[in-house]
T-cell receptor, first 113, second 113 residues
Framework: AQSVTQLGSHVSVSEGALVLLRCNYS??????LFWYVQYPNQGLQLLLK??????LVKGINGFEAEFKKSETSFHLTKPSAHMSDAAEYFC???????????FGKGTMLLVSP | DGGITQSPKYLFRKEGQNVTLSCEQN?????MYWYRQDPGQGLRLIYY???????QKGDIAEGYSVSREKKESFPLTVTSAQKNPTAFYLC????????????FGSGTRLTVV
């Protein structure tokens, strides 16, 4: 069985501040991990993915995430927030032989000027 | 450009009616998925299909039905048995299984009136 926990349903930052969105997973097999972003009334867009290569994964729009097996975490970071980063972010997990992704409940990122 | 098209973007249903949500992809992906999104609950899997003429129930299949007669198409019918159908519905596809991640459509917002 697999599961994902995203700590914090809402995170607020100021423009220019560090963005940190937390994701912890549970998986009985080596995980594949994903971060997606969703803007209002739109579908989800892939930000980045970890598939057992480098533990530090760089994605689009300046985001990156680090896979830490000992902590079962895959937190998403960005050094400097932009107003355009305001959206909902979802972490998801899969694994070898799995047919579907399991998603967390999402974290809404609010960016203030 | 390849992608997934969901239609309509907004749909209104009267009590007791069945409605069908369309999902078409031209990515040549084998697998297709339907998720339901409600505020604060993340994405919940309704049905998925890995090959033509075959599909599996997800976590919340009751009150929904699907078909997969063509590789490109995976329509979802919301039946009158679904007691609380008001939600945002997302269709996705993947090359094969979930390990490469999904490509999402832009969603259909269904409202019961």
């Amino acid at each position: 069985a697999q599961s994902v926990t995203q700590l914090g349903s809402h995170v607020s930052v100021s423009e220019g501040a560090l963005v940190l969105l937390r994701c912890n997973y549970s998986s009985s097999v080596p995980p594949y991990l994903f971060w997606y972003v969703q803007y209002p009334n739109q579908g989800l867009q892939l930000l980045l993915k970890y598939t057992s290569a480098a533990t530090l994964v760089k994605g689009i729009n300046g985001f990156e995430a680090e896979f830490k097996k000992s902590e079962t975490s895959f937190h998403l970071t960005k050094p400097s927030a932009h107003m355009s980063d305001a959206a909902e972010y979802f972490c998801a997990v899969s694994g070898p032989g799995y047919s579907t992704l399991t998603f967390g409940k999402g974290t809404m990122l609010l960016v203030s000027p | 450009d390849g992608g997934i098209t969901q239609s309509p973007k907004y749909l209104f249903r009267k009590e007791g009616q069945n409605v069908t949500l369309s999902c078409e992809q031209n990515l040549n992906h084998d697998a297709m998925y339907w998720y339901r999104q409600d505020p604060g609950q993340g994405l919940r899997l309704i049905y998925y299909s890995q090959i033509v003429n075959d599909f599996q129930k997800g976590d919340i299949a009751e009150g929904y039905s699907v078909s997969r007669e063509k590789k490109e198409s995976f329509p979802l019918t919301v039946t009158s048995a679904q007691k609380n159908p008001t939600a945002f519905y997302l269709c996705a596809s993947s090359i094969q299984g979930a390990n490469y991640g999904y490509t999402f459509g832009s969603g259909t917002r269904l409202t019961v009136v």
